[in-house]
């Protein structure tokens, strides 16, 4: 019997494809123990850096306090991860009713530094005081008349000894293998950032109506918004005199803007005395009484329940829910109809 040569081409190795990682082994239950217990310590470390600033909390912080509320602009300034939570701190200032930018060393001297003027205060954040981009920013923030408070980790560092005032947060001890990546400073760093942004928050006139203000979307939007600003007024409030027939508040439902599915029924000086539903309008034909002359008053719902202009949507909502009802009537302090708050403009807003 012959035999049947033998292939001897090489065969070709098999190699990785590039991006792909080989996956990892499974760890141990010891390995896995190992990584949670370093976890919760850097939360520790983190943890126990913001707590030991209550202790450093005195006059310095006070005065602080006074120059950003009494500023007409809040500069907040940092390098690298301080950066950000200075980036953060500024927005939470602004959130709050305190006029605030964030100015980037490395961009202030090439013509940034126009975002500051006299009247302004600046906050320079850095752990270690010894930012170059920021230190050589001290004179001209001088010249232009603009005190620089210092939130540093170093009070003899040349941050704070060119600074008006200084926050010191105290030497900390990083939470990282090396001790070198920033985390439990940037932690007292951002802690001592919001102390400063709500002390100031509690020393100045600002409530909710002015956080409305600023905050008109979201969840937070919501939570502030007063019926008034949902409502649906002028035009597009469907109202009919309560002298008038059922067809013509059939048809005030049919051709208002936004065709309501109710009509707010009000007596000669424009106070509220009814309203009048689709619902109201399907029973009437269940029970064959489908008279259009009928007197619209002696069909619609007399005792309407409704809302005040200034009431939080939420409560209106809560309202609405409890009653299983479509559409509130919304009157003034004189009980006269200003408009009508519609189960489909709150779906739309997401209150539903």
């Known amino acids: 019997m012959a035999r049947v040569p033998r292939n001897t081409a090489r065969k070709p190795r098999l190699r990785a494809i590039p991006g792909q990682a080989t996956p990892a082994p499974t760890p141990s239950r010891d390995e896995r ?7 919760r310590s850097v939360l520790e470390a983190e943890a126990q850096a913001i707590l030991g600033l209550t202790g450093r909390l005195g006059d310095s912080f006070l005065r602080a306090l006074e120059l950003v509320r009494d500023s007409s602009q809040t500069v907040v300034t940092g390098m690298g991860k301080a950066g950000l939570i200075g980036q953060k701190l500024s927005s939470t200032l602004a959130s709050t009713g305190i006029r605030s930018v964030f100015l980037h060393p490395a961009e202030a001297v090439h013509g940034d530094l126009g975002r500051v ?42 941050l704070a000894r060119g600074s008006d005032v200084v926050l010191d947060i105290g030497r900390i001890e990083e939470a990282c293998p090396m001790g070198m990546v920033p985390t439990a400073s940037t932690a007292a760093l951002h802690a001592i950032g919001d102390a400063l942004a709500m002390a100031v928050l ?11 203000l600023l905050h008109p ?36 439902m049919t051709n208002t803007p936004g065709r309501p599915g109710a009509t707010n029924v009000v007596d000669r000086q424009g106070r509220l005395v009814g309203i009048f539903t689709d619902g109201d309008l399907r029973r009437l034909v269940e029970q064959g009484r489908t008279n259009f002359d009928l007197p619209i008053r002696e069909v619609m719902g007399k005792r309407p329940r409704c809302v005040g202009p200034e009431v939080l949507v939420l409560e209106a909502t809560k309202l609405m829910r409890e009653f299983r009802v479509d559409q509130l009537p919304v009157v003034d302090a004189e009980g006269k109809c200003v408009g009508l708050l519609d189960v489909q403009d709150l779906l739309a807003a997401r209150y539903f």
Do not use: H, Q, W
């Not at 006139?205 to 956080?211: I, K, L, T, V």
């Open 33 to 39: 123990e190992a990584t949670l217990a370093y976890a």
């Open 117 to 158: 003027g006299r009247g302004d205060v600046i906050l320079a954040l850095s752990n270690s005081g010894a930012s170059e981009e920021l230190v050589r920013l001290l004179p001209s923030f001088k010249r232009l008349g603009a005190p620089v408070i210092a939130i540093t980790g170093d009070p003899e560092s040349p």
């Open 202 to 212: 509690r020393a100045r006139p600002f409530g909710s109506a002015e956080y409305a």
């Open 217 to 252: 979307g979201g969840k937070i939007g919501r939570s502030v918004m007063r019926v008034f600003e949902l409502m649906r007024s002028g035009n597009a409030n469907p109202v009919v005199r309560d002298s008038a027939k059922l067809s013509e508040a059939v048809v005030v």
